[in-house]
């Protein structure tokens, strides 16, 4: 059983960064693929970013593609996300979701085992 907590959330204006993490509890995330996901209010969830297990495959949604890098800290059990050149649209709720396996990025989050209770992150204008 893996447990997943997010942090790092918060309010910033456009144009800012901010960078949240996906720290691990209970079994080591080396082994496994972290997925990032997003839903603002109002909206479905959706994909954002994810990173294989082998900590080299990245996947980002065309909407942050240049502006967010998600990558992991095998020593800090834990996974992050870094957002740059932060959007008002980019204000959502952020979660982490995560499976067992090397080679594959999870865009579905049916595709995912363990999730995070997320941190919101709002971006003012």
């Known amino acids: 059983q893996v447990q997943l907590g997010e942090s790092g959330g918060g309010l910033v204006q456009a144009g800012g960064s901010l960078r949240v993490s996906c720290a691990a509890s209970?079994?080591?995330?080396?082994?496994?693929?972290v997925s990032w996901f997003r839903q603002a209010p109002g909206k479905e969830r959706e994909f954002v970013a994810g990173?294989?297990?082998?900590?080299?495959?990245?996947y980002y949604t065309d909407s942050v593609k240049g502006r967010f890098t998600t990558f992991r800290d095998n020593a800090q059990n834990t996974v992050y996300l870094q957002m740059n050149s932060l959007k008002p649209e980019d204000t959502a709720v952020y979660y982490c979701?995560?499976?067992?396996?090397?080679?594959?990025?999870?865009?579905?989050?049916?595709?995912?085992?363990?999730w995070g209770k997320g941190t919101l992150v709002t971006v003012s204008s």
């Open positions: 990173l294989a297990g082998n900590g080299y495959s990245t």
């Open positions: 979701a995560a499976r067992l396996g090397p080679y594959t990025v999870y865009r579905s989050s049916s595709d995912t085992s363990y």
């Open positions: 209970g079994r080591t995330l080396s082994n496994y693929a």
